[in-house]
């Protein structure tokens, strides 16, 4: 009878736990969701796109994945590189103009003068430390690149040399992220840290992060304030005149337990979140109030990057093969 009495004790509590996360399911949903599937060829994890111009464009992903689209991102082909039996993850890639560079790991970099027709393998040292991680196209034969133990490094003769930007990598980070005055942000591998490169500095700056929650990933604002997303589904905006303090953290879907990855501006005032499981938020409002794109929940994957190359221009990377780009102009409300 005890035995019995406990079972439907426990069935109680999880019908008013069910209940309680349903009735606090109150995030208002989008309108009109601006979001188009892509069919792309592969069933690799994307990590990261570029174009060279408004239809010429590149994805790249694991299992050495590299993709092309000369429509703009509506349909894409998988290019085959020579790089021997080994499985490269290519984590990031950059162009500017006909000149782009890709990196991933183990240790790789690639770069093209000729819009991608030709690709060339350029040699790495040994001693470099860490694995490479990002990679940002600046100029004619100008590039710079981090690895994923936060060393900061630039050529400006096509990656034939390259002069470190900080004295000591900052150890293991999850990601990095990069402003457009040169500034870095990384997180910390187990999300307990992060740390700022500002150019000139010898040295990262170290900060704790500001409260139990584990940081999930970090970026800069339009207007160099920082954004935060930690476990929990948790959002926070530094303080725009010191960035040092943090605003009141948000937590605009509480039902919801799925990890925040990715944050990304379409414009100041339109911010959009991604997350696991198909999990798409938005503020119009620069980041006071936020909306959910449940047209986007059954989409069977990680949400990964969000990347807007112009405010018309967006796309989301996924896992197992899944890409999303920005079909209009969004004017949805509540």
């Known amino acids: 009878m005890r035995s019995l009495f406990k079972n ?5 509590i999880l019908l008013a736990v069910f209940l309680l ?5 109150t995030t208002p949903t989008v309108s009109n969701n601006p979001w188009k599937v892509i069919t792309v060829p592969t069933e690799s994890n994307l990590q990261d796109i570029a174009f060279s111009d408004d239809n010429h464009g590149w994805l790249v992903g694991s299992k050495t994945t590299l993709l092309e689209t000369t429509d703009g991102g509506e349909t894409w082909q998988p290019i085959a590189l020579d790089l021997g039996e080994q499985n490269y993850l290519f984590s990031s890639i950059s162009f500017t103009g006909q000149e782009g560079w890709i990196v991933g790991e183990p240790a790789l970099l690639l770069h093209t003068n000729d819009g991608g027709k030709s690709w060339e393998q350029i ?9 490479p991680n990002t990679v940002v196209a600046l100029g004619t034969n100008s590039a710079e690149m981090t690895t994923d133990v936060g060393a900061i490094y630039r050529t400006t003769d096509s990656g034939r040399t ?7 990598a900052v150890g293991v980070v999850r990601n990095i992220s990069r402003a457009a005055d040169g500034s870095y942000l990384a997180v910390s591998a187990k999300g307990n ?4 490169w500002k150019p000139g500095q010898e040295a990262w700056e170290g900060h704790n992060r500001n409260s139990s929650r584990r940081v999930q990933n970090m970026g800069f604002a339009p ?10 589904g948790q959002i926070q905006f530094s303080k725009q005149d010191n960035p040092d303090e943090w605003e009141e953290a948000q937590y605009p879907e509480f039902s919801t337990s799925w990890g925040l990855l990715d944050l990304a501006y379409r414009t100041p005032e339109e911010i959009w979140v991604a997350g696991g ?6 503020s119009f409002d620069g980041g006071k109030t936020w909306q959910k794109d449940r047209d986007v929940e059954s989409v069977p994957s990680n949400l990964y990057k969000i990347v ?3 405010p018309e221009k967006g796309f989301i990377v996924g896992q197992r093969g899944i890409l999303l780009k920005y079909q209009e102009s969004s004017s949805a409300t509540a």
């Open 223 to 232: 207007d160099q304030r920082l954004w935060m997303l930690a476990r929990g």
């Open 193 to 196: 840290f992060y740390s700022i």
């Open 8 to 12: 439907w004790q426990r069935v109680v």
């Open 277 to 282: 499981s198909g999990n798409l938020l938005c």
């Open 123 to 131: 040699p790495l040292s040994e001693k470099l430390p860490g694995n």
């Open 308 to 310: 807007f190359l112009s």
């Open 162 to 168: 390259w002069k470190a930007m900080v004295q000591e």
């Open 21 to 25: 996360c349903v009735g606090c399911n």
